[in-house]
């Protein structure tokens, strides 16, 4: 079964992403350990979040693109994800706990991928 790891970094209020306490090797070899495992589906590291555009359609099909925010009150921010095939959410559960991004203060949400 396919699941997403989405990796939420946690915010401090002044600086934006707050660190967590892991390296770039930290991440490398994670990464190498979920290619290693035969697991890997995807996934991507996101560009700095004041890159991002937010497009709304409102109810008479108007849309409306803003690229001044986020304005949602969060203490976090997705900064990337991945896709892994393992064979149940405890799996899942476990990969997502050795994930670097949940580490000192940030979280990976784990999701099943809908398959249809």
């Known amino acids: 079964m396919k699941y997403m790891l989405l990796i939420n970094a ?8 707050a660190g967590n306490g892991c390296t770039v090797e930290d ?3 994670y990464d190498k350990a979920v290619k290693e495992a035969g697991i890997f589906v995807t996934g991507h590291s996101l560009a700095d979040l004041v890159t991002a555009t937010t497009v709304r359609v409102g109810p008479g099909g108007e849309r409306t693109v803003t690229t001044d925010g986020p304005f949602a009150e969060t203490r976090e921010v997705l900064g990337g994800y991945y896709v892994i095939d ?3 959410l ?3 559960l476990d990969w997502a706990a050795r994930c670097p991004g949940s580490w000192g203060g940030g979280s990976v949400v784990v999701r099943p991928v809908a398959e249809f």
């Open 10 to 17: 946690a915010m401090d209020d002044e600086t934006g992403p």
């Open 27 to 29: 991440w490398m070899a």
């Open 86 to 88: 393992v064979p149940d």
């Open 90 to 92: 405890d799996v899942a």
